[in-house]
């Protein structure tokens, strides 16, 4: 089965944080100061990212974060601030997303790992999750053209 396919299970970790940090398989590459490095695999939301890097090198604390995430024809871009976080690598708080990013990030992460992804959209349609899935759909009627 792929991977991408099935649906992810979140911890309570995941699930308490207002938005989770999520492991994404995707290619990514991290700019600053003309230095640039590039890997697989992150953890990120919409808030942030966390990237598997140990080593310290000529890298700023302003830095942009490029991540071509699945099944999409443009890559994610955010500017932001890194920190390293000893031996589980840098973070990346984000400070400037543009909202088609930010919507591009978000339809992936909800792909990924369901509605959990977003705890705030999870717990304002929890009251439907027990409807059947044909009272969701928009219920407006089609109007025939006179």
């Not at 309570?12 to 492991?23: D, E, N, Y």
């Not at 700019?31 to 890997?39: I, P």
């Not at 932001?80 to 031996?87: D, L, P, Q, S, V």
């Amino acid at each position: 089965m792929d991977r991408r396919k099935r649906r992810r299970e979140l911890s309570l970790t995941h699930t308490r944080r207002r938005f989770p940090r999520l492991f994404l398989d995707v290619d990514w590459f991290v700019e600053s100061n003309g230095c640039s490095t590039l890997g697989r695999g992150l953890e990120i939301s919409p808030r942030g990212a966390l990237l598997p890097l140990t080593c310290i090198g000529q890298f700023s604390s302003a830095v942009t974060l490029h991540v071509a995430l699945p099944a999409r024809p443009r890559m994610f871009k955010a500017r932001g601030i890194a920190m390293t976080r000893r031996e589980r690598g840098w973070a990346i708080e984000f400070r400037d997303v543009e909202v088609e990013d930010l919507r591009l990030l978000a339809e992936t992460l909800i792909e990924e790992y369901g509605l959990a992804a977003v705890p705030s959209l999870e717990r304002k349609y929890a009251r439907f999750l027990n409807l059947e899935p044909r009272l969701l759909r928009d219920s407006t009627p089609e109007v025939a053209p006179r």
